[in-house]
C-alpha cells in the first residue's frame, strides 16, 4: 500500500517562498496511480486543492487561483513529489497534504499525515 509522508519548513516569512515535500513509499510515483495532488487546509476554513501532477508524463495542474505562485515537480529517482508557493501571505498559513488522486478525482485515496505551515514574520 503507497504511504506518504509530507515534509515542511514549519514557518516561513511573508514575501518568502514555502517549499513542502511528499515522500512516496510502497510504490512509484511514475506508475501507483493517475496523479498526485496537493492540498491545503487553513485554521477555520475547509480542504482547497492546490493542484497536481499527472504520473504518466509529469504534467500539472494548478488551481487557477494559486496558479501565478504555484509550481509542483517530482524526483522520480527519490519517489518525491515538491510543492513550491512563492511570495507567501498570513493567509497561505495552512496544513499541507498530499494525496493520490482517485479515478473519480476530485476524490482522492491516500493522504499524507499533513505538515503544518505558517506564514508569520
Known amino acids: 500500500q503507497v504511504q506518504l509522508q509530507e515534509s515542511g519548513p514549519g514557518l516561513v516569512k511573508p514575501s518568502q517562498t514555502l517549499s513542502v515535500v511528499c515522500t512516496v513509499t510502497?510504490?512509484?510515483?511514475?506508475?501507483?496511480?493517475?496523479?498526485w495532488s496537493w492540498i491545503r487546509q487553513p485554521p477555520g476554513k475547509g480542504l482547497e486543492w492546490i493542484g497536481h501532477?499527472?504520473?504518466?508524463?509529469?504534467?500539472?495542474d494548478v488551481n487557477p487561483s494559486l496558479k501565478s505562485r504555484t509550481s509542483i515537480s517530482r524526483d522520480t529517482s527519490k519517489n518525491q513529489i515538491f510543492l513550491q508557493l512563492t511570495s507567501v501571505i498570513p493567509e497561505d498559513t495552512a496544513v499541507y497534504y498530499c494525496?493520490?488522486?482517485?479515478?473519480?478525482?476530485?476524490?482522492?485515496?491516500?493522504w499524507g499525515q499533513g505538515t503544518q505551515v505558517t506564514v508569520s514574520s
Open positions: 510502497g510504490d512509484s510515483i511514475t506508475t501507483a496511480v493517475s496523479g
Open positions: 501532477i499527472h504520473s504518466s508524463n509529469g504534467k500539472t
Open positions: 494525496a493520490t488522486d482517485s479515478e473519480c478525482w476530485p476524490e482522492y485515496d491516500d
